[in-house]
């Protein structure tokens, strides 16, 4: 392992350095970078701007829009729940959600949900952002959903259905039947002394939340499944996500609304292999097997996103190759990516987690985080 490259201090004006060129050079707007190693924050730089229309600045307490790195959250909250005892992977969902079983769902798993291999990884036709943001009407329309695919067959990712379906077997299986963002609030940030970390935000910090700067046009045919997963009027926009009711909706697999800082400590408890500050939310080896990849991950092409990627058992990505320039090669390094480039990860070789939130939504392969990569790699290797 690297030795860490200098105290808190210099690490600190080191990626400052290179925040500031992501901004200077690769388009960047705004942005919150934060790092723990082996345990403790030893990056925590931010700059730019949060709101173009306003001149807002990004300040320490500024809060993003992470879209799926959401799913990392939701995937968590769910591993907890198998840690006590009150979930198994290999049981059917409908074990614990008896609905989820219409239209040939029976025997689907809890580990195919964290797979991506339900076979419904679509939205309801004609979801508008209301019901998006209606966790009641959400969870009752993909539990009567017909599969396109037979479940457990077939990796297709469920760019906004996963989280439902993973949320909904933590609510069904919690003895208190909170609802999904109080429960993370509750199990995992309280526990972990997390703040800043949402799933339907307050009202009062929407005054702290960046606005989006959207991404070019994605050019897709109209028939592409991909829009089926992620229709144009729920699309990854600031008219979308900047709605009121959204960002106050639970919506569990690309509503999370947070910063660096929340993110990069909850990486810190998976790098970790489990424990945080004498606090430990899960296994040693559970955390290890959740880098066990999904069947044919390697060879074959999501059948959602056209390339094949590296999703393990336990919901979250694995580094590797097409892993993003943080994150690096080590094939057991856990992320989790959200639409526009937000990230977070956590590398257990090492014992360093990370996340970058920006509010500047940008499509592949354009890389405006590889100042930020080169610093790491200097810093920390791995």
Known sequence: MAAVAGTRTRLNEIFAQALDRSIRDHGEVGLHVAIYHEGELVVDVWGGVAD????????????FPVFSVTKAVTATALHLQAERGLVEYDRPIAQYWPEFAAEGKGQTTVRDALSHRTGIPQMPQGVTPDQMADYEWMVDRLARMKPWFEPGTTNAYHCYSFGWIVAEIVRRTDPKRRPFGRFVQEEVCAPLGIHDLFIGIPDAVEPRVARLIDPPDMQMPPDAPFLKCIPPQVGCFEQVFGR???????????????????????????????ELDGVRLLSAERVRSFSNPRPNTDDQPDAILGFPVRVGTGGYWLGGPGAPSVVGSNPRTLHHPGAGGSIGWANTETRTAGAVCHNRMFNAPEDPFAPIAQAIGRSFGG
């Open 52 to 63: 173009p229309v306003t001149g807002r600045k990004v300040q320490s307490d500024t809060l």
């Open 244 to 274: 009121a009711n959204v960002r106050r909706g639970c919506i569990p697999g690309a509503g999370g609304i947070m910063n660096a800082r929340a993110v990069a400590r909850l990486f810190a408890m998976l790098a970790n292999e489990g």
